[in-house]
Antibody, heavy 120, light 110 residues
């Protein structure tokens, strides 16, 4: 069965960086893109970006361009998302989600979420 | 890009039907973008319930149906059940990978 397992909660100081991992299993890792979506406390979903695993091509929202980096390790079927220059506005649950199908227009499997807290 | 517009809340009684609207612009929903719908229970990750405007993933009840007209997509839930109480999000995907979520709608089953 398809499963995405994310790393544990993080507490960071403003200005620091955080790197969240997402380990995939149950499917051919290279065949699907992986997206990152975050949700601030009590708020809605915000798409951050996606990485095409087979070639490493990334696309991210303009709001986060320059601060977010997505990478993969095909040897361990793991996707990473690093966010730099953290502020309190980055406090959120971060989800990885597999893109469905060739176009990847929707997200059919989700990780359990990783809470990132940014606090002085 | 701006979020898609959804009502903040809707409610219905068990057995009834409800519809949640998702209004965009000619740059997203109206631009032949794909639209998906997600259900999220408290403390859980979102679950895909509709993709490509009208299609249901395997295992999703046929009580959930999607529709699109112009710049607006809609989700209808028929035969409301207690477990349908959750937050619902629409999401537009453009071919240049421009992804926008709606603000979310809280469904209360009375």
């Amino acid at each position: 069965q398809v499963e995405l397992v994310q790393s544990g909660p993080e507490v960071k100081k403003p200005g620091a960086s955080v790197k969240v991992s997402c380990k995939a299993s149950g499917y051919t890792f290279n065949n699907y893109a992986v997206n990152w979506v975050r949700q601030a406390p009590g708020q809605g979903l915000e798409w951050m970006g996606r990485i095409r695993v087979y070639n490493g091509n990334t696309k991210s929202t303009q709001r986060l361009q320059g601060r977010v980096t997505m990478t993969t390790d095909t040897s361990t079927s793991t996707v990473y998302m690093e966010l730099r220059d953290l502020t309190s506005d980055d406090t959120a649950v971060y989800y990885c989600a597999r893109a469905r199908g060739i176009i990847g227009e929707s997200f059919d499997y989700w990780g359990q979420g990783t809470l990132v807290t940014v606090s002085p | 890009q701006s979020a898609l517009t959804q009502p903040a809340s809707v409610s219905g009684s068990p057995g009834q039907s409800i519809t949640i609207s998702c209004t965009g612009t000619s740059n997203d929903i109206g631009d032949s973008s794909y639209v998906a719908w997600y259900q999220q229970h408290p403390g859980k990750p979102p679950k895909l319930i509709i993709y490509e405007y009208t299609k249901r993933p395997s295992g999703v009840s046929n009580r959930f149906s999607g529709f699109k007209s112009g710049n607006t997509a809609s989700l209808t839930i028929s035969g409301l059940q207690a477990d349908d109480e959750a937050d619902y999000y629409c999401c537009s995907f453009a071919v240049n990978v421009r992804v926008v979520f709606g603000g979310g709608t809280k469904l209360t089953v009375l």
